[in-house]
């Protein structure tokens, strides 16, 4: 494909704000990505240990969970403009609070999983909470983590085109809407093509942390 092959020969080229290559363009995505999947991981994480350890926050945060959850990404751009008054900063911010979920859940699942002779040795042991949630919590639970995780980051970087087409400006979302406003349908399909196999990257990086981190307890 000749359209193809003239974005990834020459991705880094820049003529102005408008009309930067292909590379700018997926960099600044995935720095957006970056930050909001990073975010979320960062309150995705302890907050699904909570809900995990702890009946009475279940009981508490589960229905405001599954509230939240199945809103569109889409309907938070608006909340994220006018708290932020950044189109950037809107798009990280959908990006974070729709990647939260998965992770919460495979946590809180994983957590919740922790066969009750694990929690009879440490009490026989009298583990501090800091290290049982260090030495048992945390590993038992480690590869619903990173599943979760794994989920995230396709969510995250399912997010991102569609939040870029909003933003505008920069980014693989908005190079696929000004392609398609200039009638460009072999440069839209390039990147189509480039957006799955970035988005295939970053899953099998999650895979590939999630196997060298692969800790069975007995």
């Not at 020459?10 to 003529?15: A, G, I, K, Q, S």
């Not at 751009?77 to 932020?84: E, Q, S, V």
């Not at 933003?167 to 072999?186: P, Q, R, Y």
């Not at 390039?190 to 060298?212: E, K, Q, Y």
Request: with cysteine.
């Amino acid at each position: 494909m000749p359209v193809f092959w003239d974005l990834v020969s020459n991705p880094f080229y820049d003529n102005g704000p408008n009309d930067k290559g292909i590379g700018f363009q997926l960099i600044a995505s995935l720095k957006r990505v970056a930050i909001g999947f990073t975010l979320g991981t960062c309150v995705a994480v302890p907050l699904g240990v909570l809900l995990g350890v702890s009946g009475i926050a279940r009981r508490i945060i589960d229905p405001v969970v599954q509230v939240l959850r199945p809103v569109s990404p889409l309907a938070w751009f608006p909340i994220g403009l006018a708290t932020f008054q950044s189109t950037s900063d809107a798009t990280i911010f959908i990006i974070f609070i729709t990647s939260l979920w998965p992770t919460v859940l495979n946590t809180a699942l994983g957590v919740s999983s922790i066969p009750e002779s694990h929690r009879q040795v440490a009490r026989v042991f009298q583990f501090s909470r800091w290290t049982y949630l260090t030495r048992v919590v945390m590993p038992f639970s480690l590869p619903y983590v990173l599943t979760g995780l794994r989920l995230s980051i396709g969510i995250a970087w399912l997010v991102i085109v569609a939040g870029e087409m909003l933003s505008g400006g920069t980014g693989i979302g908005f190079f696929v809407w000004d392609s398609w406003n200039a009638l460009s349908l072999e440069r839209v399909i390039s990147a189509l093509l480039l957006i799955g196999a970035v988005g295939l990257i970053l899953d099998r990086a999650i895979t590939w942390i999630a196997d060298r981190t692969a800790y069975e307890m007995v």
